[in-house]
Every structure is written in structure tokens, then in C-alpha cells.
């Protein structure tokens, strides 16, 4: 295949990028620029080496969009029908959208993390707070629902911050469109004059400028994204130490409890022991002074007898 045919096209080539991991966005990015240059086609060069990576937030949107249109899709027609149940204070069609509304979310959500997981990526919380975020926005802007559903969004959507455009939702030069020629440019580029076409464009590879500041952006993102996970683990860990905590004071309570019942049980049975001890000593006593008396009775009964014998 020439280098001819293999020239890109720029809503082709923003559509090739914005479905790759944002770890091979760059690269290719840098084969199709190259692929532009070749055919002396710098308008496109340039404007595909402006898309800018997206991060992995919007990433996750874009798959999702791509791989479940219908879905996405839905937002905005959703959106639509609660924005109108709202402002017609119509309670009973509130509660039934809204309940779509999260069986939806929830959804889109596992189904974006599943996509994540067939691509290796294991995807963090902070990560679906983004798409939730993203979302969100989509449900309450339909600009922002059409920017979702055409699957190159460069940064999560932000809603009811302001949308390129006017709308209400935002998103950090949340979509990627084709810039707009400068003037009244067609919208394809101008034809060459012959010395133009004449002079061979210099192709010296990517600007190791743009190269620099891309790493520098991948780094931060790197670390923001760290930051947030270990944010997360750390509130995670510190939940779970919580709920120990009020387990073992629970556990506490319930043995302290028992061991009050237990002394109190103790003391009674003591109490209790204490008084048949005296009871059984006083009834020896009692058996000791009658068998006594017995004895008595009976020395005093042959006695008696003895003397009866006598006077006879």
C-alpha cells in the first residue's frame, strides 16, 4: 500500500485515536501526523497533532459510547423527560424516571468497567466517579449528551459548570472537533500553488517540544491518578479501622455486660451458699442437742426401769 493511500482523513484519524487506551493515543498519534506529512497534507498534520490524550476517565466514556451507542445514547432523551417531570412538579413520573435513571447509571457504569477489564485496564473508583460524573452531565445538558455519545471526550464532563458552546455542562476542551480554518477557509484545505507543491515540506518528526510537554502531561496525570487511588484506599482503610473500632467497643459492652451478669449471678449464688452453710449448721446443731436429749431420755428410761425391778 502507498503512503498515498494510507493518508489519513481527520475525523477518521480522531476516531481511530479516541478508541485506543490512552497509553497507545500517543504513538499512533505520531504515525498518523507522520502518514499526513508524507502526502504533503500539513492542515491534517497538524490539526490530528492537536487532539489532545484523553485522560482515563474520558477514555472509559469514549469506550462506552463506542461499544454501547444505544445506552448512551438514551441520556439524552432520559435527561429530557426529567428535566420536563421536574418542571412539571410531576411527582409520580419524578420517582419513575429517576428510578431509570439509576438502574441506567449503574448500568453503564459496570458495563464501562467490564470494557476496561477485556482492554487490561482495572478501573479505580476515582476513575468511575469520573464516568458517573460524566454521565451526570450527560442527563442534565444534551449538548453534553451528544459531545458523550460521540466518544472523543479528552477530560471527564463536569455538569452545570457551562459546555463549549453555552450549554450547561463542561469539559476542559471536552470534545474534539476539527479547529476551524482561520477566516472563511473551506473546509477542506486550499489548492497548492505550483511553487508550493514544488518545495518538498520538511519532515522532521514529531517536536520533541510537544513531546516533552505530552510526557509532562502523561506524568501528572500518572500522579493525580495515584494520588486519588491512594486517597481512596486511605479513606477505605480508615472505614474499615472505624467499623472495627465500633465492633470491639460493641463486643466490649456485650462482655462487660456478661461479666456484670456473671459477678452479679456469682454473688447471689455465694449469698445463697453463705445461708444453707448456716442453715446446715444450725439443723447439726439441732440433730447434735436432740440426739442428746435421746441419750438422756434413754439412761433416764433404764434407770427407771431399774428401779421398778428392784421394788418387785
Same mark, same amino acid.
Given at each position: 500500500?502507498?503512503?498515498e493511500?494510507?493518508?489519513?482523513?481527520?475525523e477518521?484519524?480522531?476516531?481511530?485515536?479516541?478508541?485506543?487506551?490512552?497509553?497507545?493515543?500517543?504513538?499512533r498519534?505520531?504515525?498518523?501526523?507522520?502518514?499526513?506529512?508524507?502526502?504533503k497534507?500539513?492542515?491534517?498534520?497538524?490539526?490530528?497533532?492537536?487532539l489532545?490524550?484523553?485522560?482515563?476517565?474520558?477514555?472509559?466514556a469514549?469506550?462506552?459510547?463506542?461499544?454501547?451507542?444505544?445506552?448512551?445514547g438514551?441520556?439524552?432523551?432520559?435527561?429530557g423527560q426529567?428535566?420536563?417531570?421536574?418542571?412539571?412538579?410531576?411527582?409520580?413520573a419524578?420517582?419513575?424516571?429517576?428510578?431509570q435513571?439509576?438502574?441506567?447509571?449503574?448500568?453503564?457504569v459496570?458495563?464501562?468497567?467490564?470494557?476496561?477489564?477485556?482492554?487490561?485496564?482495572?478501573?479505580?473508583?476515582?476513575?468511575?466517579?469520573?464516568?458517573?460524573?460524566?454521565?451526570?452531565?450527560?442527563?442534565?445538558?444534551?449538548?453534553?449528551?451528544?459531545?458523550?455519545?460521540?466518544?472523543?471526550?479528552?477530560?471527564?464532563?463536569?455538569?452545570?459548570?457551562?459546555f463549549t458552546?453555552?450549554?450547561?455542562?463542561?469539559?476542559?476542551g471536552?470534545?474534539?472537533?476539527?479547529?476551524?480554518?482561520?477566516?472563511?477557509?473551506?473546509?477542506r484545505?486550499?489548492?497548492?500553488?505550483?511553487?508550493?507543491?514544488?518545495?518538498?515540506?520538511?519532515?522532521?518528526?514529531?517536536?520533541?517540544?510537544?513531546e516533552?510537554?505530552?510526557?509532562?502531561?502523561?506524568?501528572?496525570?500518572?500522579?493525580?491518578?495515584?494520588?486519588?487511588?491512594?486517597?481512596?484506599?486511605?479513606?477505605r482503610?480508615?472505614?474499615?479501622?472505624?467499623h472495627?473500632?465500633?465492633q470491639?467497643?460493641?463486643?466490649?459492652?456485650?462482655?462487660?455486660?456478661?461479666?456484670?451478669?456473671? *459477678?452479679?449471678?456469682? &454473688?447471689r =449464688? /455465694? @449469698?445463697?451458699?453463705?445461708? %444453707? #452453710?448456716?442453715? $446446715? +449448721?444450725? !439443723? *447439726?446443731?439441732?440433730? &447434735?442437742? =436432740? /440426739? @442428746?436429749?435421746?441419750?438422756? %431420755? #434413754?439412761?433416764a $428410761? +433404764?434407770? !427407771?426401769?431399774?428401779?421398778?425391778?428392784?421394788? /418387785?
Open positions: 500500500m502507498s503512503e493511500a494510507a493518508a489519513p482523513e481527520f477518521d484519524a480522531a476516531d481511530e485515536l479516541y478508541g485506543l487506551h490512552p497509553d497507545r493515543f500517543v504513538p498519534r505520531g504515525e498518523l501526523v507522520k502518514a499526513a506529512k508524507a502526502v497534507d500539513k492542515e491534517t498534520a497538524t490539526a490530528i497533532g492537536a489532545r490524550k484523553p485522560s482515563l476517565g474520558a477514555w472509559l469514549n469506550v462506552l459510547a463506542r461499544e454501547s451507542p444505544d445506552e448512551v438514551a441520556l439524552e432523551e432520559l435527561g426529567l428535566r420536563h417531570a421536574q418542571e412539571s412538579l410531576s411527582g409520580d419524578l420517582r419513575t424516571l429517576t428510578t435513571r439509576r438502574e441506567l447509571v449503574g448500568a453503564l459496570a458495563r464501562a468497567r467490564k470494557l476496561a477489564r477485556e482492554d487490561g485496564e482495572k478501573v479505580g473508583d476515582s476513575v468511575a466517579r469520573d464516568l458517573e460524573q460524566t454521565i451526570a452531565a450527560a442527563l442534565a445538558d444534551p449538548e453534553a449528551a451528544r459531545a458523550f455519545a460521540a466518544g472523543r471526550l479528552t477530560t471527564p464532563l463536569e455538569p452545570g459548570v457551562g458552546g453555552g450549554s450547561s455542562a463542561r469539559g476542559s471536552g470534545t474534539t472537533r476539527r479547529p476551524p480554518p482561520r477566516g472563511t477557509a473551506p473546509s484545505p486550499a489548492p497548492r500553488r505550483r511553487d508550493e507543491e514544488a518545495a518538498p515540506e520538511p519532515d522532521d518528526g514529531p517536536d520533541p517540544a510537544e516533552e510537554r505530552e510526557r509532562a502531561r502523561e506524568a501528572a496525570e500518572r500522579a493525580v491518578e495515584r494520588a486519588r487511588e491512594e486517597r481512596d484506599d486511605t479513606a482503610a480508615a472505614e474499615r479501622a472505624r472495627r473500632t465500633e470491639a467497643a460493641s463486643d466490649h459492652d456485650e462482655a462487660a455486660a456478661a461479666a456484670r451478669s456473671l *459477678r452479679e449471678r456469682l &454473688e =449464688a /455465694e @449469698a445463697e451458699e453463705s445461708a %444453707a #452453710r448456716e442453715a $446446715l +449448721d444450725a !439443723a *447439726r446443731e439441732a440433730s &447434735e442437742e =436432740a /440426739e @442428746a436429749a435421746a441419750d438422756e %431420755a #434413754r439412761r $428410761l +433404764d434407770q !427407771a426401769e431399774a428401779e421398778r425391778a428392784d421394788l /418387785e
